[in-house]
């Protein structure tokens, strides 16, 4: 990859600074990389270039990130564009106003561009749930990406992004990431404003960069993250000055190795090149402690039985009246819901939409909703112990490499158990970070996550920033022909 598309923003930023290129020529060489290579891989939705491009022409390059286009998953609001959530139902919808993320972004001269592909409404592990098409690996075109930020990830790896953003539910930035061999954060819960981002399960639901290197995901980090008044769950605490500390390494750090997460069940490529990082971060010299998180067994379904009580309460605003596409068939108003929500609706997000509001009627609530409410704080618990022994814990970020297009797909507890690393990290509130530490033998990248304790991004992002500087994985590109 020789063209423009495939720098990170770091190196853009340099490259702008000395003058040596202008933002629409960025812009250009992103524009054509993905009208080159976008038909095969499916990871954008739309965009809109004429308008980007006048950005372009007079974007100010001494801002932080000024003239960068960054591309966005197809569910957080950028005024004027579509924002479908990958979903029927939000066919012609266009966003009236920008995300408080967007806002930031161009308050520090970026320009969003682009519309990435994903699972409907976010709900999804491999980006075969999209309403449009299937995103395919760059790595391997019979592979998904991971999902549900899939286009984004697939994107950022193909070089048809310079950078992302995604939404991190249960794992949706850092499984894919892992996936497509890059980097994901996901935030801790209140560190980065929801406004404007199309709510999936509001307890859980983070917005995140993702990015060819650590460096990269700490200059958007630094953007996005802040208090924000129009999203009362934001948190007001300060955010750090994250590339500033990225060089302290990693001496006198604890990592813990939680024992349930790397039990027989994992892919042998993943042990191995976890047990490979895990070494290589004791070279960097830091101690390595077993630690153990026993509630690990009932996330998945703790987290199926939160996430999906609370897709159903903010999907039910979905009517066919105030947003995107209705139904032609109006007889009386019952039926117009019904046949507005059946049409623009997938299976999987029907699935859930059911199965979440089975467990809060009435009669089931007890048993189901509030019970996963007690065990939640209990997965929190976990963390809270294993905090008080260790800095961060690390983990692969997925038990298995990315798996063929079509092998999930009939099988939703299968495809549940693609977040069996990530989801109890976003039970319990605290941010995580997944970076490339290896190759299967068929050649498909592999994660290594760091979680840290909430508002602990700048201890995460040092991490991964020591083990990046160690290792060459991340400068590993799939190879792309046309
Ligand atoms: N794969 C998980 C789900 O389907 C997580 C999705 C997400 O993080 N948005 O719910």
């Known amino acids: 990859m020789s063209d423009l598309a495939a720098f990170g923003v770091a190196e ?31 990871a954008y939705l739309s965009r809109d270039f004429e308008t980007a491009l006048a950005e372009a022409e007079t974007a100010d390059v001494n801002l932080p990130l000024g003239g960068i286009p960054i591309a966005i998953k197809d569910l957080i609001n950028v005024s004027g564009q579509p924002c479908t959530a990958g979903s029927r139902i939000l066919q012609g919808y266009r966003a009236p106003y920008d995300a408080t993320v967007i806002a930031r972004l161009r308050g520090v001269g970026a320009i969003p561009f682009g519309r990435l592909n994903m699972d ?85 639901d983070q917005i995140g960069p993702l990015t060819k290197t650590v460096t990269d995901a700490a200059l958007l980090l630094e953007v996005i993250a802040g208090h924000d008044a129009k999203d009362s769950t934001s948190v007001k605490a300060p955010v750090p000055h994250f590339t500033a500390s990225l060089a302290r390494g990693l001496r006198g750090l604890r990592l813990g190795l939680p024992r349930e997460y790397v039990s027989d069940g994992i892919d042998p490529a993943v042990r191995r090149a976890f047990d490979e990082a895990v070494a290589c971060l004791t070279t960097l010299g830091a101690e390595i402690v077993e630690v153990s998180l026993p509630h690990t067994e009932q996330s998945i379904s703790v987290y199926y039985l939160i996430a999906t009580a609370e897709a159903s309460a903010n999907l039910a605003r979905f009517d066919g ?29 029907k699935r859930r939409i059911i199965l979440g509001t089975y467990v809060l009627s009435a009669g089931y609530y007890d048993a189901y909703y509030r019970r996963a409410q007690k065990v939640r704080e209990l997965i929190r618990r976990d963390f809270t112990d294993a905090f008080a022994q260790v800095d961060a814990l690390i983990s692969p970020t997925t038990p298995t490499p990315a798996f063929r297009l079509g092998e999930k797909v009939s099988d939703p507890l299968q495809m549940y158990l693609a977040d069996i690393f990530t989801n109890a990290a976003n039970l319990a509130g605290i941010c995580g970070l997944s970076l490339p530490c290896g190759f299967s033998e068929e050649r498909l990248p592999l994660g290594l996550q760091i979680l840290a304790p909430a508002l602990a991004e700048e201890l995460l992002l040092q991490i991964g920033f020591a083990y990046e500087q160690a290792t060459a994985w991340h400068e590993m590109r799939p190879a792309l022909t046309s």
């Open 321 to 349: 009246i105030r947003y995107g596409r209705q139904t032609k068939e109006i007889s009386e108003i019952a039926n117009f819901y019904e046949r507005t929500r059946s049409e623009g609706f997938g299976t999987e997000v």
């Open 120 to 204: 409907e409404f976010a709900m999804g592990s491999s980006g075969e749930n999209s309403s449009v098409r299937a995103t395919r690996n760059p790595w391997a075109r019979d592979r998904v990406p991971g999902g549900s930020s899939s286009g984004a990830a697939a994107a950022v790896a193909a070089g048809t992004a310079i950078a992302a953003l995604g939404s991190d539910t249960g794992g949706s930035i850092r499984q894919p990431a892992a996936m497509c061999g890059v980097v994901g954060v996901k935030p801790s819960y209140g560190r980065v404003s929801r406004y404007g981002l199309t709510a999936f399960s509001s307890s859980l």
């Open 12 to 42: 853009l930023q340099k490259k702008l600074r000395a003058r040596e290129i202008s933002p629409p020529e960025i812009l250009r060489a992103v524009n054509d990389r993905i009208e080159r290579l976008d038909d095969d891989l499916g």
